[in-house]
C-alpha cells in the first residue's frame, strides 16, 4: 500500500509509512504542500496554508521519530476548518476582512497536535458556515474535485474538496447543519457528525446553540474513526461531556443483526422540496447492501414534527450573530447581516423556549429508537448544485435553494445525536451523492461498524477523480 503515490494513501496508511521510515513528516508534509499549491488556482480548497510552520513541525516530527517516540498521527499532514482556531493564525470564518491571529489552538487542534499531526492550513467554508456551498466574495468558489463546473458542498466545502482531491489524507470540519456530512455526501467522502460534545468546541462551551459539532472527513469508515479519536475529548470549559468511547474498535467488528429505518421523508420545511429520483435510487441501493449484509431494513418513515423544525431556526441565526460579532469590520454578504438580524429578534425568548424544548424532543424521537436500531436517510435531496447557484439571490430565494438542496441533516443537530454520511454512489452525471445512517445518543460504535461493513461491500474508496486541477 505504501508504494503507492503520496495522494493516494489513507490517513492510517500515511502515518505507517512515516512510522516505518518509508517515508518521512518532512517529504510526506512537502508533498501536501505542492499538492495544496498546484490546485489552489483552481480547486481553491484553502484559506490559510502555513507552508514555513508546517514544514517546521514535519521536522520536530522526524527528529521525534529518530529518537523513537510513536503516536498515532506523528508527522502526518492533515488540515483544519477555517471556524477553528491555530495559535499564530486568523481564523476568519469565511468573512472578508484582516483579522488578528489567534494566540492559543482551539481544543481539538491541541489533540491533533499532541496526536503529532502537522497542520498544513486551514480550509474554506462559507461566510458563518450558513450555506451548503463554499464561496465568498473574500476567496471565490471552492469548487468540487469530481466536476470544476459544481459546489463541494458546504459548509465544511474546502475540508471536502482536500481530501477528495487527495491533498490530505483527513481534515476536520464542523457540522451546525448538516455542514458535515452534506460535503461528504457531495464528493464521495464518509464524514461523521459526532454526538454533541464528542469533540471539544473549546475556546466555546458549545457552538451555534449546541447546534455545532466538530467532525472528521476521510475517504475511509477506519480513517475517519481514526481521527474522530484523536480530536475527541473534553475540555474543562464544555458544556457537554458524553462518556468517553473509542470509535476506531467498532471497525470491522461485528454489528450483528441489526433492524434498520429506510426513511425518505423530508423533515418539514417552510419551502418545497422533492427529493431527487437519482439520490432516492442510490439510497435504495444503500438499503439493498444492508440487506445483503444481513440487516432487516424495513421502508418506516420518521416523523419529526413541527416543534424540531420551529427550534432550529433560533439556534441557528442567533448563532450566526454571536459568531458575527467576533469579527469586527468582517466584510460580509447582505443574507448574512439579515440573518444576524434576524438572530438578534430571535435570540430571546424565542431561542430560551427553543432550548428547553430539546429533552421533549429527545423523548418523542427517542421512541422510534425502541423499535429500530438506526435510521436509513438520504444525506440530500439533490445532488451537488452548480458551483454559482447561490449568486444574486436574495434572502428568500437563498434559502429556498439550500433547503430544497438539503432538508435532511438538520434535524440530528437540533437533536445533538450521531450520524454518518457513507458514499451511496453517483449520478448518471458522474457526481457524487450519499446515505446518512443515524442513531440515538452515543450511538457512533454502532454507526462505525455497519458504515464500515458498508464500505466492504460497496468498496466506495477505490473511487477518485481525475486530477483536473493539476493540469
Not at 442567533?318 to 460580509?332: D, F, H, M, S
Request: glycine share 10%; hydrophobic share 45%; net charge neutral.
Amino acid at each position: 500500500m505504501t508504494s503507492a503515490p503520496a495522494r493516494d494513501l489513507g490517513l492510517a496508511e500515511l502515518a505507517a509509512a512515516i512510522g516505518t521510515g518509508t517515508t518521512s513528516a518532512v517529504a510526506a508534509t512537502t508533498a501536501a504542500l505542492d499538492r495544496i499549491e498546484e490546485s489552489q488556482p483552481q480547486l481553491n480548497a484553502f484559506r490559510v496554508v502555513r507552508r514555513e510552520r508546517a514544514l517546521a513541525e514535519a521536522a520536530d516530527a522526524d527528529r521525534r521519530l529518530a529518537a523513537g517516540d510513536r503516536l498515532p498521527l506523528l508527522g502526518v499532514p492533515i488540515a483544519i476548518k477555517d471556524d477553528t482556531d491555530i495559535a499564530g493564525e486568523p481564523t476568519a470564518f469565511g468573512c472578508g476582512g484582516d483579522f488578528p491571529p489567534k494566540t492559543e489552538d482551539a481544543e481539538s487542534v491541541r489533540r491533533l497536535r499532541a496526536a503529532g499531526a502537522v497542520i498544513v492550513g486551514k480550509t474554506n467554508t462559507c461566510e458563518i458556515g450558513q450555506w451548503p456551498f463554499t464561496d465568498a466574495r473574500a476567496f471565490g468558489y471552492t469548487r468540487n474535485p469530481w466536476h470544476a463546473g459544481h459546489t463541494p458542498g458546504g459548509s465544511s466545502g474546502g475540508s471536502a474538496a482536500a481530501v477528495a482531491a487527495g491533498l490530505v489524507p483527513a481534515a476536520l470540519g464542523s457540522d451546525g447543519a448538516g455542514s458535515v456530512r452534506i460535503p461528504s455526501s457531495w464528493t464521495n467522502l464518509v464524514g461523521i457528525k459526532p454526538q454533541r460534545g464528542r469533540i471539544s468546541t473549546w475556546p466555546l462551551a458549545e457552538a451555534f446553540n449546541g447546534l455545532t459539532v466538530h467532525g472528521p472527513l476521510a475517504r475511509t469508515v477506519a480513517d475517519a474513526a481514526l481521527l474522530l479519536d484523536v480530536a475527541a475529548g473534553p475540555h474543562p470549559g464544555d458544556k457537554h461531556t458524553p462518556a468517553p468511547v473509542r470509535v476506531s474498535d467498532s471497525v470491522g467488528r461485528d454489528p450483528g443483526r441489526r433492524k434498520i429505518a429506510l426513511s425518505l421523508r423530508i423533515p418539514f420545511t417552510a419551502t418545497r422540496t422533492a427529493l431527487d429520483r437519482e439520490v432516492a435510487a442510490r439510497v435504495h441501493a444503500t438499503a439493498g447492501a444492508l440487506r445483503r449484509l444481513g440487516h432487516e431494513v424495513i421502508v418506516a418513515d420518521l416523523h419529526y414534527g413541527l416543534l424540531l423544525g420551529a427550534t432550529f431556526l433560533p439556534r441557528s441565526m442567533a448563532g450566526i450573530r454571536t459568531e458575527l460579532a467576533k469579527l469586527p469590520g468582517a466584510q460580509v454578504d447582505s443574507r448574512t447581516r439579515c440573518n444576524a438580524a434576524l438572530g438578534l429578534l430571535l435570540g430571546g425568548p424565542a431561542l430560551f423556549a427553543a432550548r428547553a424544548a430539546e429533552p421533549l424532543l429527545h423523548k418523542r424521537i427517542g421512541r422510534f429508537f425502541d423499535d429500530y436500531d438506526l435510521v436509513l436517510a438520504p444525506t440530500t435531496a439533490t445532488p451537488p448544485p452548480p458551483v454559482d447557484a447561490m449568486d444574486g439571490l436574495g434572502v428568500s430565494a437563498t434559502d429556498a435553494l439550500i433547503t430544497a438542496a438539503c432538508p435532511y441533516t438538520w434535524p440530528w443537530n437540533v437533536l445533538g445525536w450521531p450520524s454518518i454520511n457513507v458514499p451511496a454512489g453517483f449520478t448518471d452525471a458522474g457526481l457524487p451523492v450519499g446515505a446518512q445512517l443515524m442513531g440515538p445518543a452515543e450511538s457512533e460504535p454502532l454507526l462505525v461498524s455497519v458504515a464500515a461493513q458498508l464500505e466492504s461491500e460497496l468498496r466506495w474508496e477505490r473511487h477518485r477523480p481525475e486530477p483536473w486541477w493539476a493540469r
